[in-house]
């Protein structure tokens, strides 16, 4: 694996590349295509060349649709987020240790930039330049035992961006998630915080359980995200008020709105225009907007017009296999890798938990606080099992899918304790076969034989 | 050791199930209960029984479970899971309602999973995790009402305030009387062991609340009889402070085997335990006045609390150590249940030189060996230091 | 009855092999190691009788007997038994009196000890059944790569390149294994990694334990050399050289509190 060749765009999609728009950023920069793609053929590959190792097994590997130039970009926000986050953290943005998966609407509108633990630990990987992708896994490995060791090997590997925080390997000034249904080890870990040397400040905004038809749900966590909010702004010095607040809201859902357009637009063409990871970045994008909501709007809006122009044209993305066996994936963190997926003749066509976080727009009018608590509330993913799974099962009917993968995380025992359920529910009401698995391998490309034989093996039997 | 009433208790248990039919043929209904924060005094004061059911320590059971939750869930959710699937347990076969509270997330989840599969007849409390700010109390407090509402419903009648001082005297009563009998076992020559108080404590959750209540004053009388002086000259004991994960009935393993190796349990802050029953107060006879106390009880590990100086589960867990006189804590960790697994590390910390022993364990026989080596090497250890300090 | 005529034994029956260490007036007389069979009395008893006969003994000439080990629960000759634990602590202090922290390695488990300067035991932890930190878990991998148990370490120093592991239990640290050597990964390569994840779970223990210096390696697995360079390198630690095989100390220990009970007992003065 530490031979295997690295990844390069070719040439000959240069001169179009760069006639492509750039990206405007919220700082009010532009970026244009010629400095992209000067940063993802040169800058890059020399700086983190684990993320260029063309071997299937890299999980964090890029689309090798090169013609879908919004996939580029995409790729230069993953691979400039430690730039852009080091940078703005230097200028006094605060960066916070958020939940995944969750609005992240109430940190940008305060000022903060929310990271979510994988992006730590991606963020905490990158922080040594020119590593191959085995040397880049065993720093990895490294900063997660060093969090397993002071907690426990009970806990997911979630663990890592903890331990990253604590040892300082990335700058995080507050750590204030959401808490949720999704996810058991979040609450706990943010606890083992108060035993640590460092000083960082903790909030957590609870999320209460079976809140159907209960106002005073939404209205706790009202009062929790003003809490949340007057602590970012103390850290960013940012005047808070209601309209700040809703710029934002509207920023993010029209994010929200395109990416559910290309969803539509992608479940009902007759060839799936772009392949599955460069799909399931499109509703990631939408939910996380990776350090900067302006341009990953700005690039939400280029991939659309890409992705309708390709429709238009029957074009099927490169690397979807012809009558493609088509899989909804469910679970929190993880996911089956999508080469070995599609060279097995299968595509992903949606994935629960981020389509739950784009499927619900917050309100644009009223009292900001509480319409964040409502959309919050409203998250299919995170309702009871039995109203999520039925959801899940409409998705799998609206996207066509063939067949269902439920994934969850060794150590996600909240995953791991609906897994069965859904699986069972989403087989009755749709028909579908379901399967479920579970691995010990977040983060990880090595050695990850044995989930992905299991997934193929699935795909046979679809 | 002989105490009548203690026989007396087992022979109510026995006769209960029998006795729980007969009421329901007389139109009584029964809500078996999960968890850590049902407050049974509204239960109880609704004219409904009140169960605390679930058990642990039957690797079969868990099996059972294991077919409908995954095998990386807390052992005691598998297992209940697994007697709510069979339905053959006396007390479980005859549940017209069960109530599960949201402390422990695991068993919210054992909740839709009982509803689902099995059609048990459910209703959920939440809890907030924020549990110490006014808006967790404001959140609680309605969840209480609403609760209330529910069983109100259920039971075909309202909560009467002067029912529910009844219920809370009562249970104020046991509160007390458990908290005494604890006091009595730790001492030097007691009459009753800590495992004696445990049977007594499981046999509650299942009798009448009065009647128990009645039981636990006359074993408290008999218990004052029978104490000695304690003599001088005593043995070298091991006595040891249970605390982790709750140690339900049915799972006898880690007691055994401390008892077996010539430690003594001197005391514990289990959930299954001393735990429960401490600092309730409730100051007004409403679901609100219910609510309140409940979350300012010593919170559950659950209960994710930020602020390591001012937790009440570590004040609390210091406190019983020195009350009991322990020697050392051995702090019990159900594979897969985080809330404590991942506070052991740090509850060693801040006890600092009190010696501890983690087990980390299951409800299978497979590591009775390993287990017994650790708790003997821990019995040595807590001798060895006590003779060495008798030397000088 | 004076004491440099008295025999003392210690006898510890583990999961992979059976030790007994028999002790004249504070010096090691004879020893005896032998596999453990599947009845531990039997096992415990050859280990012993096989000292006896080096030492050219009889059972009748020994004053006292310690029994440690998983087959210290049954074991009929011995007059007293006493866990492994405490015996490390004691057989450690015994040759090396500067050490403070052991890490045992046998078949079934691991521990950290922390011990104090009169070898007593301050602190310990041992691994649960499901962190591949053991000897038995190195067993089978020495089946996957069907090389001896003894070569799996030299085998490991040979890599030129450490594959990552994340082996948080045995079943998922066995398919990694195995994927790799699918893949073709050079067999040294994967014994490195495998070796440096269990290095990191017993890191894990003595996070809870602490260390001090020195630091001793004792059990069947500490003749280990790649075990051993890669605990060095996770603990940041250099291990004490052991005078005797590393794999006796507890039996070792057994013999030196089989001197003290049988002194508190009155058997001599
Ligand atoms: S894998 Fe599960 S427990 Fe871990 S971070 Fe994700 S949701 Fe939380
Ligand atoms: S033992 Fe732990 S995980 Fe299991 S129900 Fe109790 S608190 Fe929850």
Redesign the pocket.
Known sequence: MPNSKLFKYPEEIKDKFISTKGLKFKNGTTVSSAEIWEFMTEEAPRRFPYAFDANANNIGRFSDDVHFLSGIKRAYLTLTFKDRLLKEHAAGTPTVLV???QAMDAYYAAGAIPVR?GLVMQWAQSMEEGLNLRQSETRGINILESGRRKISID????ISAHAAIDNKVVPIDLIAPFLCL?????AFLVETHRNREHDIPRYMVDYPVDHENKPWAAEYIEVELKELITKIAALSGRKITDEVIFDEIRLENRGRKIANEIAELWWNAENPPINSTDFFAIAFLANDFLGDPVASVDLLEQSKQEIEERVKNNVKGYGVPDDAKRLYICG???GPNAHHAETAGAVFVGRDDNWSCISVLVEEEGNPYLNIAKSMLEYPYEQRTEKRAEWTAEQVRRSRASGVIFM??W?????SGVARMISDIIREKTGVPTTFVEVGE?GRSEATEQSTNRVEAFIEMV | MGLKTLEKITAALTSRPAELEQLRKQGKKIVGWLAYNIPEEIIYALGLIPIRVGQGGDGRLVEVGARHISTKNCVFVRQVLGQFAEKTDPYIKQLDLVAIDATCIQLYRLEELINFYFDYKTVVLGVPRNFATKEGHEYFRKEVEHFTKKLELFAGVSLEQSKLQEAINIYDGIREAIKTLYSYQSKDNAPLSWRDVSAVINAGYNLDRLRYLELLQELIKEVEEKTSEPQENQAIEARVFLSGSLIPPGDTKLIDIIEQLGGRIVGDDLWSGLNFFLNLEIKEPTPFGVADAYLDRIPHASLPYLDLPTDGRLANLKHQIQQFNADGVIYHTLRYCDAFTFKAGETKDVLKNVPFLEIHTEYSGSDFEAIRTRVEAFVEMIKNKKEIAELV | MSLNKNFFAGVDVGSLAAKSVILQDGEIFATGLVPSGVNSVESGLNALNLALETAGLKKEDLTYIVGTGYGRVSAPYANKAVTEITCHAKGTNYLHPTVRTIIDMGGQDCKAIRIDKDGAVIDFAMNDKCAAGTGRFLEVMAGVFKVRLEDLGAIALAATDTVPMSSTCTVFAESETISLVARGEKPENILSGIHHSIANRIAGLFSRVGIESDVFFSGGVAKNIGMKNAIEEALKVTIVKPEIDPQLIGALGAAVLARSFSKKEGLWA
């Not at chain 1, 806990?155 to 979630?158: L, P, R, V």
Request: aromatic share 8%; charged share 10%; glycine share 12%.
């Open positions: 939940q995944g998966g633990p806990a997911c590997n979630q999704r996810c058991s080890d979040m929190s963190c993880v969850y995380q150590g996600c025992n909240y995953q977040l």
